[in-house]
């Protein structure tokens, strides 16, 4: 892929991938996340990340927030398991004020104390607002019997208790034991000349003192499958069955991206979508997900559907898995797979800003950016036998955890 990289001394680089448009989509990455934080604290990756918007040492929180809307600008921000990322989209010659705002926000924020209140009120009527959500709610509860005992397991949000106690000495801990400056990507999407972009990354992030806190990220242990029913005040039945799975950076992940588009992936043609939905009829939404991380991964399979159909469901996604334990993709099957995952992900990079931030998360991880080529020969290069093997050892049912929401009784 095209793209360029210019670190400053204490660590922060500036990704640019230049493409000829009036728009430019910008973001900055802290690899520091939920997975990061110290026992009790669960939540505070992202109480800091809503922070940031609520006071600096130079702007009210309306100043921060009208900064960039004042020109036309998309302001957002999200917190994931490893990382914490601000971006805007906007039109290219304010770029600069994305930088100036950005810089202000990551290293000069106050937190002070009647904004912890009023955010920590915030977050808690958005765990509340979550918590009413079975769809979403199944996911995280899930990720936490993969995890079980382990931050990766521990919802983003936090909970009630965790947040409630949050305070400024933890936010001031976990900044500066997690906001490595070598851990920073600076993405920018657009039409500038390098060199001149340099200058104006330098004029406001090349001041930044370095920070080269080393934390030690602490792989998860094994655990037991178990399945476990919880009753709720439901209309659904929610199922989620899956396991642990590859890293971002195993040899396999390719291969189980590829099976999981098959299986459950996007568009309507994936074999749980035909068998379940349009065959059956019995499930409105069913799919399949694969997220890897730097040393796991975790692969899933959802659908939320009658009561009285959930069993039949169930027994229908096992043996769409049992097919693909025991019987090897042809030839035509495998090149089809792979012409709908190449196309998908080739449509994918109309999506800017998404590309951008995928791109500042592989230079994060890998300390490069592969090109659509190279995907694409990664992708063409999964033989029929690994997709077996990949099947027999995600797909094992001794390895299958899975989680029901029922309604009450």
Known sequence: MDYQVH????GIRLLFKHYPSTITHCCFMVNAGARDETEGKDGLAHFIEHLLFKETERRSTNQI??????????????????????????LKQHLGRAMDLFEDLIFHSTFPEVELQKERGVILDEIASYLDQPEEAIQD???????????IGNNILG???????????DIDNFI?????????????????????????????????????????????VPVKAETIVVKKPISQTHCIIGSRAYPSNSPHKYGLLLLNNLLGGMGMSSRLNLEIREKHG???????NYTSFTDTGIFNIYFGTDAEKADKALRLTHKE????????????????????????IALAEENRMSLILSMAKSLMDFNRVDSL????????????????????EIFNVNNLSALLFEPNE
Do not use: W
């Open 7 to 10: 670190t400053l001394p204490n």
């Open 65 to 90: 927030l009208n900064h960039l809307e004042l020109v036309g600008a998309d302001l957002n921000a999200y917190t994931t398991k490893e990382y914490t990322c601000l971006h805007a989209s906007l």
């Open 141 to 151: 509860d899930f990720e936490g019997i993969l995890y079980k005992g382990h931050p």
């Open 159 to 169: 909970t009630p208790e965790s947040v409630n106690k949050l305070n400024k000495a």
């Open 176 to 220: 500066s034991s997690n906001y490595n400056t070598a851990q920073m990507v600076f993405g920018v999407f657009g039409d500038y000349d390098f060199n001149n972009l340099i200058k104006l990354f330098n004029k406001y992030f090349e001041g930044v003192k370095l920070n080269d806190s080393q934390k030690q990220r602490v792989k998860p």
């Open 282 to 288: 019995i499930a409105y939404t069913i799919e399949s």
């Open 321 to 344: 898995l049992k097919k693909l334990r025991d019987n090897k993709l042809g030839v035509l099957q495998l090149h089809q797979a792979k012409q709908k995952f190449i196309g998908q």
């Open 373 to 392: 080529e190279e995907i694409f020969a990664k992708i063409n290069a999964v033989t029929a036998t690994e997709l077996l093997d990949i099947s027999n």
